[in-house]
T-cell receptor
Framework: DTGVSQDPRHKITKRGQNVTFRCDPI?????LYWYRQTLGQGPEFLTY????????KSRLLSDRFSAERPKGSFSTLEIQRTEQGDSAMYLC????????????FGPGTRLLVL | AQSVTQLGSHVSVSEGALVLLRCNYS??????LFWYVQYPNQGLQLLLK??????LVKGINGFEAEFKKSETSFHLTKPSAHMSDAAEYFC???????????FGTGTRLQVTL
């Protein structure tokens, strides 16, 4: 078990560019979550998948954001036309089916929009 | 609705001293409660969790937390701080299966010699 991995770890982009992040969950974990963490704050929920189905989206997830999990394994989070306010750490977590669900987090992707 | 309040954005203790990080929660249904630790430029690592079993929960690295329903609290403690405990600590709540976590704003723990 190698844990949750995220790629890239760091991304610097110019305002208006599109960026895509990838998350590989712990193998056989059915659920995958995306969170955003800004400086000095706790993570905030963005969206959640169970297998390939996106079951919940936060109001934080504007139309410029899209997430996919096409085969129920890895997931991608795309931000179109990035804005400086998108600068944050993007965290991915996964969990397995069970009553006492525990979310395990990846190392995050730190995005800086110039 | 659910929320978490962490009192004290910064806590400083001497090495060997007691660590106490405060967390109060609000939840309309019985909560599941978690403490995570975050080291600089890293993701979150689970320290411990409460899921309606024993109210005193022991976690990794000598940390423990006690669920007190009457006080709606889930404070994190460690009897003796170590320099390696310096990090950001987050309390979080959810309502169980397939449920997003709601985090507090975090407490930065500083350990001094």
């Amino acid at each position: 078990d190698t844990g949750v991995s995220q790629d890239p770890r760091h991304k610097i982009t110019k305002r208006g560019q599109n960026v895509t992040f990838r998350c590989d969950p712990i193998s056989e974990h059915n659920r995958l979550y995306w969170y955003r963490q800004t400086l000095g704050q706790g993570p905030e929920f963005l969206t959640y998948f169970q297998n390939e189905a996106q079951l919940e989206k936060s109001r934080l997830l504007s139309d410029r954001f899209s997430a996919e999990r096409p085969k129920g394994s890895f997931s991608t989070l795309e931000i179109q036309r990035t804005e400086q306010g998108d600068s944050a750490m993007y965290l991915c977590a996964s969990s397995d089916l069970g009553i006492e669900e525990t979310q395990y987090f990846g190392p995050g992707t730190r995005l800086l929009v110039l | 609705a659910q929320s978490v309040t962490q009192l004290g954005s910064h806590v400083s203790v001497s090495e060997g001293a007691l660590v106490l990080l405060r967390c109060n929660y609000s939840s309309s249904v019985p909560p599941y409660l978690f403490w995570y630790v975050q080291y600089p430029n890293q993701g979150l690592q689970l320290l411990l969790k409460y899921t309606s079993a024993a109210t005193l929960v022991k976690g990794i690295n000598g940390f423990e937390a006690e669920f007190k329903k009457s006080e709606t609290s889930f404070h994190l403690t460690k009897p003796s701080a170590h320099m390696s405990d310096a990090a950001e600590y987050f309390c979080a709540v959810n309502t169980g299966t397939a449920s997003k976590l709601t985090f507090g704003t975090g407490t930065r723990l500083q350990v001094t010699l």
